[in-house]
């Protein structure tokens, strides 16, 4: 007991916790969940029926899924997170938040980032790397504002009048330190204009490093301080001991160090090196037993407490919530399987995969959390206990039908495209085969999130209720204290005390020696997967003597930024896997060189429509053009959206020298020439097209529109590629 | 490394650790065995599959898929019979269940560029006396089918349709000659008559 240490008498300090600002968290973390919701229904939709963008370009899936995926992750998870960590740690560490200064930056800074987030995505500024869309001003705010938080958390700390800290804080800790080291990494941009910038990364090095970022994001974004958040609240709300130290601090350490190696399960079966694929695959299946340490320590908390569960909605949904962490944690490395993965990769199978954890995982928790921390905060009892019973039923039901109805699509949808008769053919040629058949899914899909929404407004109402109820001279916030020291501690008393407990236990005395310690364990993996990678993999390594690539002409590379503007690769992959049902539906599997001078790469992560890696000369220029103005003209039961802007929409040459020699430095061969004349050589080009477009009978006046730079493109790919 | 027992717990609870934080307490009960059984095989697991892999001759990827395609080609080379004669061809022209199944096909793969009654569109009009591959017979539009016009954006069909299929639309595509649709795209190639 920390008391008997000798060190710090805590029971006689008067701690004043500043829950002003869990307050504001807390209401931005319900704010934003609606939003992320109705988001996620709105793009179901769109999946089910083109038409319900309405035409209009701001709207389409392609930009709103990044919307989507950014609103649940930093907005209702990020927010949520915060009113979660800075609740509990001012109680775990008996003492008020470092500096009431730098909490409020924290919150209102991530509103403005969310909000900055809401208005360009739409407008199609993007980088086009997922879950890492937001371009590079904004990427900078991000990294200061959670440097903010890091600074405020680990202050927080030091002021602490506990001399050890508990297991939630070593999550918290590990999610600060390793989010800054995978944002700042994946960060790294030149910027074009103000909304416009090229990763340095290209083709398969920007492929391990996005996906080293995208992994670990959802293990120290979703996953880490979730199980800080559950370490806390599931002990709280049944008032039962952790079940077990050793077991929080073996699988603490575990899932640290064996996380961060597992990024290239993304790119399985791809031009990934082989080496890093096979990394990828046992991490992830050594991941499986810590990941079910936590959810075992989560759930025998609750052991003899099953009747309590039963009538506490709070525990409920704590207590689901862990068992969906458990589903989702041995589902993921199932999924790491390479040939499990040939089947589930790019299609609803991990969308199914990430739902589970999303809505299950934490959804689930925030809701737990919220309940908990609303009669708490505004000190008076929940209006009504059974609405949040309906909402834990609706939401579990919502789930499951979302899961059930993502998986069979996405198994079957797999199946058939890679069906292969004996005659050695593909028994479903045309990919739109296989899309009818999983449309009516994408209906009962949304089914399942709308049922989930509806529960949250049972939620809303219930904590809108809660408030109003709540007593109204309700004494204001605690105040600051005048002096809030750091802890000085007397290490050798403290080291004595805790070493009859292990070695752990002193390190638990010592949380900035933890923070190094966790910074270490994450860069072993990064190191030994990205060193390699980046060092050798450049236009001059031997990997590419076999191949000659040409970059993109000044048009063509206008047209992809439009690509990437338009989200493109959020259903359209760029990689032909090494498997039989690629390479007969799409032809060679993918080289390393055919990407290696995209900046950024395009490999995409799911297949709503077909590849497109050698798409490139397959159909007529007209047929593009006729198939992106009404896709049904072209393929009847398409439900791709029109794209009737890029025939109207003038193509915008203004930085497309300064994007050549952005290019250029990056290792991109353009010669300076090529740079100079850019404007004009895209000019000439778009030309060029238009007038054969006519010659097709095809629309008049298309020069200088934005169509003619994407079907150069699009005529590009798989064409730049020549073996030596 | 830990031990059961904080010696200052007064706590009736044997596994209680004596710690205490904002209430919560904490227990030190063993991981469960299966738990570290499964923890060591995954990561015995792990080593020799990288060793496999990485370190060894497990079969690349690159490998196996070889492997499925020759498997894929001796499935093709197999039920690819010699070219179909003229006659073949012809007596699919007069058989309504292949003109049917041909019908079927050609609304799937090739109307997008050669309309919906073959009219033409972005490829060329395919029921007038024009040619611009061929003259026009069963086999000249087989050809044109199985091996496409790659530079004109007419792709091989016969990589990507079973040879039946192929022969069926080619007999429908013969049998909507001289049709006369409504709206079709001017002449393109050489005027031939049979």
């Known amino acids: 007991m920390s008391t008997s240490t000798g060190v710090i008498n805590t029971e006689k300090f008067d701690h004043k916790y500043d829950d002003e600002i869990v307050k504001y968290f807390l209401m931005a973390t319900i704010i934003w969940a609606g939003v992320a919701l109705l988001l996620g229904i709105y793009a179901a939709l769109e999946l089910a029926n083109y038409k319900f963008n309405l035409g209009l370009q701001w709207l389409t899936f392609g930009r709103i899924r990044p919307l989507h995926t950014n609103a649940a992750i930093f907005a209702f998870g990020g927010n949520g997170i915060f009113a979660g960590i800075y609740h509990s740690s001012q109680r775990l560490l008996k003492t008020r938040l470092f500096s009431d200064k730098l909490s409020w930056f924290h919150f209102w800074g991530w509103q403005l980032i969310i909000l900055a987030a809401a208005i360009t995505l739409p407008l199609g500024l993007t980088q086009g790397k997922e879950y890492h869309e937001l371009e590079w001003p904004i990427n900078i705010a991000v990294a200061i504002v959670w440097i903010a938080f890091g600074i405020n958390l680990l202050q927080t700390i030091r002021r602490r009048k506990e001399p050890h800290i508990y297991v939630a804080l070593w999550f918290y800790i590990a999610t600060f330190v390793t989010i800054a080291l995978l944002y700042v990494v994946n960060s790294i941009e030149i910027p074009v204009s103000w909304f416009n910038s090229y990763p340095v990364y290209a083709g398969v090095q920007d492929a391990l490093v996005q996906w080293w970022y995208g992994h670990n994001a959802v293990a120290f974004f979703l996953t880490t301080p979730f199980l800080g958040l559950m370490y806390y609240y599931i002990p709280k709300a049944v008032n039962k001991p952790v079940y077990s130290y050793r077991l929080s601090v073996v699988h603490f350490w575990s899932l640290v160090f064996i996380y961060i190696w597992a990024g290239p399960h993304h790119l399985l079966n791809t031009a990934l090196p082989e080496w890093a694929q096979t990394l990828g695959v046992i991490f992830s299946v050594m991941l499986w037993i810590p990941s079910w340490g936590g959810m075992i320590n989560g759930l025998m908390t609750l052991r003899g407490s099953w009747d309590k569960v039963k009538t506490d909605p709070i525990l409920k949904f704590l207590a689901t919530g862990t068992i969906f962490y458990g589903m989702s944690t041995f589902e993921g490395p199932l999924l790491s399987l390479k040939s499990v993965n040939e089947v589930a990769h790019y299609s609803d199978w991990i969308i199914a995969h990430v739902h589970g954890g999303a809505l299950g995982w934490n959804g689930f928790i925030l809701f737990g959390m919220v309940y908990y921390l609303v009669p708490r905060l505004w000190k008076t009892e929940l209006y009504n206990k059974s609405l949040a019973e309906t909402h834990f039923w609706l939401g579990t039901i919502g789930i499951v039908i979302y899961i059930v109805s993502m998986w069979t699509a996405g198994i079957a949808q797999s199946m058939m495209l890679n069906a292969v008769d004996a005659t050695g053919h593909l028994v479903y040629p045309d990919f739109v085969q296989t899309v009818v058949r999983i449309v009516p899914l994408y209906y009962v899909r949304s089914l399942g999130g709308l049922m989930y929404f509806v529960g949250y407004l049972l939620m809303v109402y219930n904590v809108v209720k809660t408030i109003k109820g709540a007593p109204v001279a309700l004494a204001a916030s605690a105040k600051r204290e005048e002096a809030n020291p750091v802890l000085k501690l007397d290490t050798q008393a403290l080291v004595q005390e805790s070493i009859s407990e292990g070695p752990h236990r002193v390190l638990e005395g010592f949380p900035m020696v933890m923070t190094v310690l966790a910074v270490a364990a994450v860069l072993v993996g990064t190191m030994i997967e990205l060193i390699p990678m980046i060092t050798s993999t450049n236009a001059q390594s031997e990997e590419f003597a076999a191949f000659k690539v040409k970059p993109l002409t000044s048009l063509q590379l206008a047209g992809r930024d439009i690509y990437v503007r338009e989200g493109c690769y959020l259903c359209h992959s760029q990689m032909i896997r090494t498997t039989v049902g690629d390479v007969l539906r799409y032809g060679p599997a993918s080289e390393t060189a055919d990407s290696m001078y995209d900046h950024p790469f395009q490999w995409g992560s799911k297949r709503t429509g077909p590849d497109l890696a050698r798409v490139g000369g397959k159909y007529p220029d007209l047929w593009h053009v006729r198939h992106l103005l009404n896709p049904r003209d072209i393929v009847p039961q398409s439900i791709m959206p029109t794209y009737s802007w890029l025939l109207e929409q003038k193509l915008d040459l203004g930085t497309i020298e300064r994007r050549f020699s952005v290019l250029k430095m990056l290792g991109v061969p353009y010669s300076d020439e090529d740079v100079k004349n850019a404007a004009e050589n895209a000019k000439k080009d778009s030309i060029a097209i238009a007038e054969d477009l006519v010659k097709q009978g095809g629309p008049q006046g298309l020069e200088n529109k934005e169509i003619t730079a994407l079907v150069a493109y699009l005529q590009s790919l798989g064409k730049q590629t020549e073996k030596r | ?194």
């Open chain 2, 1 to 194: 490394m830990t031990k059961e027992k904080d010696p200052h717990s007064n706590s009736d609870n044997p596994h209680d650790m004596g710690h205490d934080y904002d209430g919560i307490r904490e227990d030190n009960h063993p991981a469960p065995t299966w738990w570290w059984t499964f923890f060591i095989i995954s990561i015995i697991f792990g080593f020799f599959y990288f060793l496999h892999y990485s370190l060894m001759d497990g079969e690349t990827l690159k490998h196996r898929l070889a492997r499925d395609m020759d498997q894929i080609e001796s499935l093709r080379a197999k039920d690819a019979k010699a070219e179909p004669s003229e006659a073949d061809l012809t007596a699919l022209v007069a058989s309504p269940a292949a003109l049917k199944a041909g019908r079927e096909t050609f609304a799937g793969k090739c109307v997008s560029c050669h309309g919906d009654l073959g009219q033409g569109g972005i490829g060329p009009n395919l029921t007038d006396n024009y040619w611009i591959h061929g003259a026009g017979t069963v086999t000249d539009i087989y050809h044109v089918v199985t091996q496409g016009v790659l530079e004109k954006g007419m792709p091989a069909w016969g990589a990507v349709l079973p040879p039946d299929e192929v022969k069926r639309v080619v007999a429908y595509v013969k049998s909507i000659h001289g049709s006369n649709p409504p709206n079709p795209k001017p002449p393109q190639g050489t005027e031939i008559h049979d």
